[in-house]
């Protein structure tokens, strides 16, 4: 309220209205400023604040309440400068007071709500520890934020506008009708988003992982995104696999439950062999090669089992363990090399497949019956001219 002595004179009303204005902005100030101690004082006392939902609402809420201060300096300024009779020319200032007000309101509500479901989402994203993060905290939680912030506003905006006495009615229609075609129109966008949302909330595949999908395609994955994951094959291409086709499919994740990868080197030695030191020397050389490297699990002895007596061989399988699948391969191959050096010098015969092969004569190579007159002579000639390629008759 304008003091009487006040409200004849433009200048002062208005320097009077400045004052009030000024005074709730330095009471927001002074206010922001004991939240910002308070907020100090509890960090301080915490071991992990991110992790504090009371100090991640306290810091959410900070700069709302400073706005709240500073917009009730605004409406009182606005009411005083309405009342004030110097100013009556001024026509509908009241009106234009209010509405602004309800607008500033409103906006404001939205603003206060959007900060604090932020604040909740990235305090439950902080929770989980880094090494267990999953793409649910770097991908599609930001995601939600952007999303959740346009949703508030977009209501907070229609309640507004209802308040004001503005018909929304066929907003919402317009709306209805134009989000329906805009979801015809991205259906698939929507179902791989959908899907991703699946594959990421689970869990199950993780950057760096190596994946196989659906024994077709594999490799390590380097992104797992809200509509596609990219796997990086072996020959160092990249693959695009939308999210729709992993839900879809039988996926193998090498990386889980422990990175560790079981090896098998299959071998097969001849029927002659002693088996018992067939088996002490492979143990024996496979355990050198995962003592000598680094890209062994030491904590997996390797073991020899023969599997079944094959067609030329006893064949047998020498299993061990690497830190991951590209480990397996440089052991599989350091010890696929020293066994074969090794029975070589045991003396340990590796049989290589062999087929007997039989066919019947032509008839003009048959050889002739002997007679009973004949001293074997003519059959020997026989034999002979067969063996040249000469017909006989």
């Not at 066929?170 to 259906?187: E, F, H, N, S």
Request: some cysteine; glycine content about 8%.
């Amino acid at each position: 309220m304008v003091p009487e002595l006040l409200a004849g004179s433009v200048m002062p009303v208005i320097l009077y209205a400045l004052g009030i204005l000024a005074a709730f902005v330095a009471a927001a100030l002074l206010l922001n400023f004991i939240m910002g101690q308070v907020l100090n004082f509890l960090v301080r006392r915490h071991d992990n604040p991110l992790t504090a939902f009371n100090i991640r609402m306290v810091g959410e809420l900070r700069l709302p309440i400073v706005f709240v201060i500073v917009l009730l300096g605004m409406r009182t300024a606005i009411v005083s400068l309405s009342q004030a009779s110097a100013l009556a020319s001024i026509q509908n200032l009241a009106e234009a007071g209010n509405a602004l007000w309800i607008i500033s309101i409103g906006a404001l509500a939205c603003y206060t709500v959007s900060r604090l479901l932020r604040g909740v989402m990235r305090w439950y994203s902080a929770r989980t520890s880094t090494d267990t993060r999953t793409a649910l905290n770097t991908v599609i939680l930001p995601i939600l934020i952007r999303i959740t912030s346009i949703v508030v506003f977009a209501l907070g905006a229609l309640v507004v506008l209802d308040i004001m006495g503005i018909p929304i009615t066929p907003m919402l229609a317009g709306i209805g009708i134009g989000g329906l075609a805009v979801a015809l129109a991205l259906t698939p966008t929507v179902t791989s988003f959908i899907a991703g949302t699946y594959v990421v909330a689970e869990g199950h595949i993780s950057e760096g992982d190596y994946v196989e999908i659906d024994a077709e395609r594999a490799g390590f994955v380097t992104n797992v995104g809200w509509r596609s994951t990219v796997l990086r094959s072996r020959f160092n291409n990249l693959i695009v696999v939308p999210n729709n086709l992993i839900t879809e499919s039988i996926v193998t994740n090498y990386n889980t439950p422990t990175p560790s990868v079981t090896g098998i080197v299959e071998c097969g030695v001849s029927y002659s062999c002693d088996l018992r030191r067939v088996e002490e020397v492979c143990l024996e050389i496979a355990g050198e090669v995962v003592e000598e490297s680094e890209e062994s699990n030491k904590n997996f002895e390797p073991v020899v089992r023969f599997a079944e007596f094959a067609d030329s061989n006893i064949n047998f399988r020498i299993i061990f363990q690497g830190v991951d699948r590209a480990a397996t391969f440089a052991i599989k191959h350091e010890i696929i090399m020293r066994v074969h050096a090794r029975f070589k010098e045991e003396g340990i015969e590796i049989n290589y497949p062999v087929r007997k092969l039989t066919s019947e004569l032509p008839d003009e190579y048959q050889l002739p019956a002997p007679s009973e007159s004949d001293d074997g002579k003519q059959g020997e000639s026989a034999v002979a001219a067969a063996s040249d390629g000469v017909p006989t008759g």
